[in-house]
């Protein structure tokens, strides 16, 4: 199921933007194969087959240090399309699985890479985190509000947003001109240039002198008193957006604002702290539901802000059943969504003895040697 039924994807065991890249290639039908290596410290969020981020996977434990682990992974991936792997450069060829090795293996193999930096550059062979891919590239500076400090935006702009869905997205493309050439190639995807093109829009604003360095003082960046969030009288909040003319007019209205000749300028940045701070006092005269039974149907750009424990109960999402329950753990349903070839529903990766010889069986191994390697620890 899925519009990527038939690929098979290795996936060299990581954490963050990789495992999301396998996450939305499995989502989307790829068989996903993730080899964790066998002497790997602890998850950091516990056991990988309880990650969200590792789901719809089959998962494998292998030795890389041993040559015979390092034949496993190659012989794995002369039977995949495409590989990935987020280590630093130089790791991945240390361990004789680099790209040369694999591609002259399996011509038509596309190899992803995923780091923060890219593979080459003064910066190539430094650690780094979101944080410090997203400063690089400028939009970490873009965010917060006016006279604070930028503000770390989660792991949303580097990691998932300008990493793993940049990655997912190039080994797509480039298993595509595969199919049509019989020839893969390497996709080096770096967290600080998929940030930056997810800030394409901002450097057009830039540009043509509508966006201002001051954080906190543009349209879209809580500048605006109708572009923000609200308090309200319960302690949660609501958020507007009404950027265009006719959805702020009907703003206005609801909050019976129409004749208030102070909010009729809307683009005049001097009124926007004072709009604010009316619109603040307003906010906090009624609660989040009282305001959603206000605004909720209209065009006015309202939505309440749903913490993560009330997202999947809200009437839109449970509508649109954009929340899975898998073993007890709530998470995303898979996105997008395709007329004429629905994902499955998605499940737990699957490990252990039995599925480690199943897909080792398929490639060529027979019970003995599975045993065998199982004894000696190539595999656990």
Same mark, same amino acid.
């Given at each position: 199921?899925?519009?990527?039924?038939?690929?098979?994807?290795?996936?060299?065991?990581?954490?963050?933007?990789?495992?999301?890249?396998?996450?939305?290639?499995?989502?989307?039908?790829?068989?996903?194969?993730? &080899?964790?290596?066998?002497?790997?410290?602890?998850?950091?969020?516990?056991?990988? @087959?309880?990650? &969200?981020?590792?789901?719809?996977?089959?998962?494998?434990?292998? !030795?890389?240090?041993?040559?015979?682990?390092?034949?496993? &992974?190659?012989?794995?991936?002369?039977?995949?399309?495409?590989?990935?792997?987020? /280590?630093?450069?130089?790791?991945? @060829? +240390?361990?004789?699985?680099?790209?040369?090795?694999?591609?002259?293996?399996?011509?038509?193999?596309?190899?992803? +890479?995923?780091?923060?930096? =890219?593979? *080459?550059?003064?910066?190539?062979?430094?650690?780094?985190?979101?944080? !410090?891919?997203?400063?690089?590239?400028?939009?970490?500076?873009?965010?917060?509000?006016?006279?604070?400090?930028?503000?770390?935006?989660?792991?949303?702009?580097?990691? /998932?947003?300008?990493?793993?869905?940049?990655?997912? /997205? =190039?080994?797509?493309?480039?298993?595509?001109?595969?199919? @049509?050439? =019989?020839?893969?190639?390497?996709?080096?995807?770096?967290?600080? #240039?998929?940030?930056?093109?997810?800030?394409?829009?901002?450097?057009?604003?830039?540009?043509?002198?509508?966006?201002?360095?001051?954080?906190?003082? !543009?349209?879209?960046?809580?500048?605006?008193?109708?572009?923000?969030?609200?308090?309200?009288?319960?302690?949660?909040?609501?958020?507007?957006?009404?950027?265009?003319?006719?959805?702020?007019?009907?703003?206005?209205?609801?909050? =019976?604002?129409?004749?208030?000749?102070?909010?009729?300028?809307?683009?005049?940045? +001097?009124?926007?702290?004072?709009?604010?701070?009316?619109?603040?006092?307003?906010?906090?005269?009624?609660?989040?539901?009282?305001?959603?039974?206000?605004?909720?149907?209209?065009?006015?750009?309202?939505?309440?802000?749903?913490?993560?424990? #009330?997202?999947?109960?809200?009437?839109?999402?449970?509508?649109?059943?954009?929340?899975?329950?898998?073993?007890?753990?709530?998470?995303?349903?898979?996105?997008?969504?395709?007329?004429?070839?629905?994902?499955? #529903?998605?499940?737990?990766?699957?490990?252990?003895?039995?599925?480690?010889?199943?897909?080792?069986?398929?490639?060529?191994?027979?019970? !003995?040697?599975?045993?065998?390697?199982? *004894?000696?620890?190539?595999?656990?």
């Amino acid at each position: 199921m899925g519009p990527l039924s038939g690929i098979r994807i290795i996936e060299i065991a990581g954490i963050g933007p990789g495992p999301f890249c396998g996450m939305m290639l499995a989502d989307h039908g790829a068989e996903v194969i993730r &080899v964790d290596r066998a002497a790997a410290a602890p998850a950091l969020f516990g056991a990988p @087959e309880k990650d &969200v981020l590792n789901r719809s996977r089959t998962g494998i434990s292998v !030795n890389l240090k041993d040559p015979e682990g390092t034949a496993l &992974v190659r012989r794995l991936c002369r039977s995949a399309d495409g590989l990935i792997e987020g /280590f630093r450069p130089g790791v991945m @060829e +240390r361990l004789g699985l680099g790209p040369d090795v694999l591609l002259n293996d399996n011509p038509k193999l596309v190899y992803g +890479r995923m780091t923060g930096w =890219g593979q *080459s550059g003064p910066y190539s062979h430094t650690a780094g985190h979101d944080i !410090n891919y997203i400063a690089l590239s400028g939009a970490l500076h873009a965010i917060g509000r006016a006279g604070q400090k930028p503000l770390p935006p989660i792991n949303l702009v580097g990691d /998932f947003g300008g990493g793993g869905m940049m990655l997912a /997205f =190039g080994m797509v493309a480039a298993l595509l001109k595969a199919r @049509e050439s =019989g020839t893969g190639q390497v996709v080096d995807c770096a967290m600080t #240039e998929g940030s930056a093109v997810l800030m394409s829009m901002m450097y057009s604003i830039r540009s043509s002198g509508h966006w201002s360095d001051e954080r906190g003082s !543009n349209i879209i960046d809580s500048g605006a008193h109708f572009y923000d969030t609200y308090e309200t009288s319960d302690g949660e909040f609501i958020s507007l957006g009404a950027v265009e003319p006719q959805f702020y007019r009907q703003l206005l209205e609801l909050l =019976g604002l129409s004749n208030d000749d102070e909010f009729q300028a809307q683009m005049d940045k +001097r009124r926007w702290p004072r709009l604010k701070d009316r619109l603040t006092v307003l906010f906090k005269t009624r609660t989040r539901d009282e305001w959603c039974m206000v605004f909720e149907g209209t065009d006015a750009c309202f939505a309440p802000v749903m913490s993560m424990a #009330e997202a999947p109960a809200h009437a839109h999402n449970a509508a649109r059943n954009a929340f899975v329950e898998i073993d007890g753990l709530v998470q995303p349903a898979p996105a997008p969504r395709y007329s004429a070839t629905p994902t499955n #529903e998605p499940t737990a990766m699957m490990s252990g003895e039995t599925v480690t010889a199943k897909l080792l069986g398929d490639i060529g191994y027979s019970a !003995n040697e599975v045993a065998k390697m199982r *004894s000696t620890g190539i595999i656990m």
